[in-house]
Nanobody
Framework: QVQLVESGGGLVQAGGSLRLSCAAS????????MGWYRQAPGKRRDLVAT????????NYADSVKGRFTISTDSANKKVYLQMSSPKPEDTAVYCC?????WGQGSQVTVSS
């Protein structure tokens, strides 16, 4: 069974930086596309960013364009989300996904 495990969440000040990691139990090339999604309390889960594992083509939500960067490390079977200049409205549980497979999520709290 494929597993995705997120790490790197926590408390960060607005304007700071934080990097989330997603470790896959199998080669990331087993997935056509991997991504990060987030869900704030009382809100639906929204896409943050996706990356096609072979082409490295990326897609970002408008709200994070220019601030967040998704990347992969195929040798270590990881996907990263670099969060720069986070805002309080970025506070949410961030989940890693690969073609319908989901991690447990990692809480990110941005303080003002």
């Amino acid at each position: 069974q494929v597993q995705l495990v997120e790490s790197g969440g926590g408390l960060v000040q607005a304007g700071g930086s934080l990097r989330l990691s997603c470790a896959a139990s199998t080669s990331i090339f087993s997935f056509f596309r991997m991504g990060w999604y987030r869900q704030a309390p009382g809100k639906r889960r929204d896409l943050v960013a996706t990356i096609e594992t072979s082409s490295r083509r990326t897609n970002y939500a408008d709200s994070v364009k220019g601030r967040f960067t998704i990347s992969t490390d195929s040798a270590n079977k990881k996907v990263y989300l670099q969060m720069s200049s986070p805002k309080p409205e970025d506070t949410a549980v961030y989940c890693c996904s690969g073609d319908g497979c989901w991690g447990q999520g990692s809480q990110v709290t941005v303080s003002s």
